[in-house]
């Protein structure tokens, strides 16, 4: 009911990061992308095949050392329906090799509609008295625009299955203060408040590291703000987008943890995906690229702690 | 490149609504369950199958007097990629039929994230230099929380290819004004923010009929707000759920029409689709039902402008 399992695998590993599965087609090594483009034809099936060989070979790659993976729901919906089969077949390889998936989909809706992304996402879908696991991913992303209408319905099957969310809070963007940063009456800002709202919510889902399953988006590119939002609600757990390829670096990221080097998770997607081509290995050496960046990631990240 | 394709269908049928297809399993009449039952199992294939044929005998029913749909994403992730392979052939057969197609998805994100959502629901995806439909609908419903970084991408496409967005502005439900109406400093409240976020971004969409091709997500059970919205906003397109089921009724909606009787499309989901249970018929009148419910809807809504 919290992100107890996602913080014991952070111990475990010694490493607070999670690696984003976000596979646009030009990321695929081309030696992939032709085998599916033979078979398939340049098709959305060819595409969502070879997006799958990738995504399990670098989970394979880097399941030992890393905690989590964060497949992107975006990079998945772009290839239709067979897309969104390749991340449902994600989630399940990644769980199946021990790693906490948490998916980045930043759902919002209210009521019966947020209850259905519950079921969808984090719980079960009644068919005809079967419960059946539509995509189970163990963490969603959720935006809380609408208020608690649209995540409460969630908290219920956090509390039943234990899995955990994500609210958007300030996020990694440059224009993300746009609207976050504006400042309400009384000298508190919007994103300010929503944190105070997520501290609300995550008491129903207390945890054992005294974090609790309603965790916020903060981005590594604002680090005041990290910093700000830790000293304000301790028991509030980050996912931080923003590390590397978007520009933050890991002294950013020190405020974001507590004196125990808990209280966040640390995200880079394009840095560990495309790791091959930044290196100028073979294509063939995706993988180990992908991990060598894992590694120098966690090394990165742990030494600032 | 904004609504003028939803405005025209308005005015030659008369009939400024849209029908939700938000179809729970529960809603679809027991012997089309028990088809697929029959055939696939108690599986999310049955359920599929079964949200589509439900979902098709709608559209027949209602398609000549009905402007648009607005299929929304939960109801279809719920049933797993099997679901969203439904969704998929619903904004198709809609089409078909001549139907608008909105997708209510609010999605949300940044930069080349919002561009794959943007390619994949309203643009095309490249596969290898093949450009590729992958769900292809007319407008789609966003947050803009995020600010510019997540709205500007959609832009590109709506632009390329005559398509229209939906920003939450004001949400129908009772928590909306959790976040939405704290007033910031100046005595603007958030949503009027996003509301003037909202004709920033339309600037790039001209239409003919004076709308944008940004609209705003404004819900009818807040009759204020959406009159406020108008006066203040004359070239936001609304799009105005809470209709009916959620407690708005029809006066309350005058204040989001023009003097023209223009400027909103009114979105009812349940009383519609299971407006056979409301009447009490056969429930292989289904379709049936939901034509003379749609027909009740257009004639009230009509009867107000």
Redesign the interface.
């Known amino acids: 009911m919290s992100f107890n399992r996602l913080i014991d695998k952070i111990i475990e590993l010694k490493n607070p990061t999670v690696a984003g599965l976000?596979p646009?087609?030009e990321y695929v090594p081309q030696y992939i992308?032709d085998k599916y483009?033979e078979q398939y034809g340049?098709?959305?099936e060819?595409?969502a095949e070879a997006l799958y060989e990738y995504n399990t070979g670098l989970i394979d790659a880097f399941c030992d050392i890393v905690p989590a993976v964060k497949p992107?729901m975006?990079?998945y919906?772009?290839?239709?329906?067979q897309?969104?089969?390749t991340?449902?077949r994600t989630v399940r390889y990644a769980q199946s090799k021990g790693m906490y998936v948490i998916t980045d989909g930043?759902?919002?809706?209210?009521?019966?509609?947020?209850e259905?992304?519950a079921?969808?996402?984090l719980g079960v879908?009644?068919?005809?008295?079967?419960e059946?696991e539509?995509?189970g991913a163990d963490a969603l992303t959720v935006?809380?625009?609408?208020?608690?209408?649209?995540i409460t319905p969630l908290l219920k099957v956090c509390a039943a299955r234990d899995k955990g969310i994500f609210v958007?809070v300030k996020?990694?963007?440059?224009?993300?203060?746009?609207?976050?940063n504006?400042?309400?009456?009384g000298n508190e800002s919007?994103y300010a408040?929503?944190a105070v709202?997520c501290d609300e919510w995550g008491k129903e889902l207390p945890g054992k590291y005294g974090f609790t399953g309603v965790g916020a988006v903060v981005g590594a590119t604002y680090p005041e703000q990290l910093a700000e939002i830790r000293t304000e609600h301790p028991s509030i757990f980050f996912l931080v987008p923003g590390y590397g390829a978007q520009g933050g670096g890991a002294k950013g990221l020190v405020g974001a943890f507590n004196k125990d080097g808990l209280g966040a998770v640390v995200n880079s997607s394009r840095a560990i995906m495309c790791a091959y081509k930044k290196e100028g290995c073979d294509e063939r050496d995706f993988a180990g690229a992908a991990r060598r960046e894992a590694l120098r990631m966690k090394d990165d990240i742990n030494s600032v702690l």
């Open positions: 976000d646009k087609l992308r483009y340049k098709t959305l060819a595409a992107q975006a990079y919906e772009m290839y239709g329906w897309g969104v089969r991340f449902e930043k759902r919002n809706d209210i009521g019966a509609t947020m259905a992304y079921a969808g996402h879908t009644d068919i005809g008295g079967e059946v539509a995509f935006n809380g625009y609408l208020g608690s209408d649209g958007l996020t990694s963007n440059p224009s993300s203060g746009e609207l976050q504006l400042e309400l009456k919007v408040r929503m709202m």
